[in-house]
């Protein structure tokens, strides 16, 4: 590493003596908990997984970092915060780093480098990423110690605004910006991460979505063949070429509907009974459900609908969503079904924003799928940490942010002897017990991939 620019500074004088400060501090680390993310790693066996569906055709004999190596320390990267691969070029020195990837901190040899993560990054072809992205759903099923009775996928899109000249990016007028929109599938009542998906930046076709959902049910149920699934998505989803492969499928579906002025026709006696019960009341709000059947000039049938009609003293809004599940309240299937895909938005922030998944700026759309993948194994260790915090610790339930920022950035010194490896962090930290208590329950996070 390069020393020659790391020139000692000084701080404003403290009870009138002189602070002085330099980067000479020794085999010290700023990610200390890197080491809880690698425990993970280990036992869950991500970076293996994927390294064994990716040809390397390099001579064994002059190979220094194995595949699994390679990735594993990119995912680490980005669990930590370091999403560019540039920051490789000082990480693959950093002793924390080092010890999480199983090598000693000090005798033990560097980490790869930028360039070569890069060179890997976009060297997988499209039957590789195809692999790739079926394993991701693999790992996704093998998470469940035994199949789920039942299981609610969410499925939305999301900008990912690029800043170059990347293959597949096209402007997007909603959004004024050219872009990516990829499609994510999240298994919400879990947090877990089941597909994600690199596509151009519009709006997707009924046919494409029909295409992907058949190839990921169809992973799905090689697992599963007994599960009960159901697709959740908003109005962009609720396609007739959806709708009617889900039924020809045995596959359950609430959508999202657009209104018109059929719909508006069919549910008037429900919403004039609203409008009339919020004035008699002088009530701000005044919210009612409704259901009917309905059939669009595009649909083969009539199927059910559910309405969920709000007056305000601002006027009416109606709100639709399109069904096969026949059982259930029109208000059960609006609030308590159909709204909890709300949090899918949530995931998804977590996984564009606080694993920075948006960091697609390489040329190549099938290395941009790459990354997409990284990232969501970078996800995966830190879905995998948080779960294994006991529940009643606040940190059971926070996003990768502060976890990242209370567990994982607590500076370490590492020292390497003749017989063992010394890790000392900061004495001040404000969260060395959680530290201990997540330590001590990593056997739980064990799962294995079929």
């Known amino acids: 590493m390069l020393q020659d620019t790391l020139l000692p500074f000084s701080f404003p004088a403290v009870g009138r003596k002189k602070v002085s400060a330099a980067f000479d501090g020794g085999r010290m680390t700023s990610d200390g908990g890197v080491m809880l993310l690698g425990a993970v790693e280990r036992r869950i066996g991500l970076a293996r997984t994927l390294a064994a569906l990716i040809a390397d055709r390099r001579n064994p004999r002059l190979v220094t970092h194995s595949v699994a190596d390679i990735l594993r320390v990119r995912m680490l990267a980005i669990a930590c915060g370091y999403e560019d691969a540039d920051d490789l070029d000082d990480l693959r020195h950093d002793p ?52 789920p009775r039942a299981v609610t996928l969410d499925i939305d899109d999301t900008v990912d605004v690029v800043h170059g000249h990347q293959q597949l990016a096209l402007f997007n007028a909603h959004y004024d910006e050219r872009c990516f929109q990829p499609i994510h599938v999240y298994d919400t009542a879990t947090s877990r991460p089941v597909a994600m998906l690199l596509r151009p930046g519009k709006t997707p076709s009924g046919t494409e979505i029909r295409s992907h959902l058949r190839r990921l049910v169809r992973r799905i149920r090689s697992h599963w063949p007994q599960t009960r699934l159901t697709i959740r998505g908003d109005g962009h989803y609720g396609r007739p070429e959806v709708m009617a ?101 949530n995931l998804i922030k977590l996984h564009k924003t606080q694993l920075a998944s948006d960091r697609t700026s390489c040329r190549s759309p099938l290395a941009n799928q790459m990354r997409l993948v990284l990232h969501t194994a970078a996800y995966w260790l830190m879905l995998k940490l948080r779960d294994a915090i006991p529940k009643p610790q606040p940190l059971a339930s926070a996003e ?51």
Request: proline content about 4%.
């Open 245 to 345: 492969w889900c039924e020809a499928n045995a596959v359950d579906y609430i959508l999202g509907l657009p209104g018109n002025a059929v719909l508006d026709r069919l549910v008037e006696p429900a919403a004039d009974d609203v409008r009339v019960r919020r004035a008699e009341a002088q009530a701000p709000a005044l919210r009612r459900y409704t259901q009917t059947r309905y059939g669009a000039k595009s649909w083969r049938c009539e199927r059910r609908v559910a309405a969920r009609i709000e007056a305000t003293t601002k006027g009416l809004d109606i709100r639709y969503v399109v069904t096969n599940i026949a059982v259930g309240t029109a208000d059960w299937l609006y609030d308590t079904l159909y709204c909890a895909r709300g949090q899918a938005e």
């Open 96 to 147: 924390g780093f080092k010890l999480a990837c199983g090598h000693l901190p000090d005798s033990g040899t560097d980490l790869c480098s930028q360039p070569t993560m890069s060179r890997w990054e976009n060297a997988a072809d499209l039957r590789t990423m195809i692999r790739l992205s079926y394993a991701m759903v693999d790992i996704y099923c093998a998470s469940y110690a035994s199949p």
């Open 400 to 450: 990768f942010t502060t976890l990242r920022m209370r567990l994982l950035k607590i500076a370490a010194r590492i020292t390497e002897t003749a017989t063992r490896v010394r890790i000392a962090f900061a004495a001040a930290c404000p969260e060395a017990q959680r530290n201990v208590s997540t330590t001590l329950i990593q056997p739980g996070l064990e799962f294995k991939l079929g």
